[in-house]
């Protein structure tokens, strides 16, 4: 069974820097594109950043040159590095593996970024 599980989300102050981490459980991972995505209050669910098997990174516009993603196959983990974090950058962050027709979802990890 595959499972997601993220972690190191938390409350920053505007202008820090949070790593989030996105562990696979399972042998599917190093096989399939990674996504981040993040659902803020009142908000639709949203795509933040995409890395592909071969190490290809897409980001959306209002996250460029402040997030990373990355990924490690020996790990089985894909991360986000969020750098110059925003207020409006709150939200849960929620990582996703799309595996043929199967989807699968972690459970999120919530970033506060207030004062």
């Known amino acids: 069974q595959v499972q997601l599980v993220e972690s190191g989300g938390g409350l920053v102050q505007p202008g820090g820097s949070l790593r989030l981490s996105c562990v696979v459980s399972?042998?599917?991972?190093?096989?399939?594109?990674m996504r981040w995505y993040r659902q803020g209050p009142g908000k639709q669910r949203e795509l933040v950043a995409g890395?592909?098997?071969?190490?290809?990174?897409y980001y959306a516009d209002s996250v460029k040159g402040r997030f990373t993603i990355s990924r490690d196959n020996a790990k089985n983990t894909v991360y986000l590095q969020m750098n110059s974090l925003k207020p409006e950058d709150t939200a849960v962050y929620y990582c996703?593996?799309?595996?043929?027709?199967?989807?699968?979802w972690g459970q999120g990890t919530q970033v506060t970024v207030s004062s």
């Open positions: 996703r593996l799309l595996s043929g027709v199967d989807i699968y």
């Open positions: 890395i592909s098997t071969g190490g290809n990174t």
């Open positions: 399972g042998s599917i991972f190093s096989t399939n594109p």
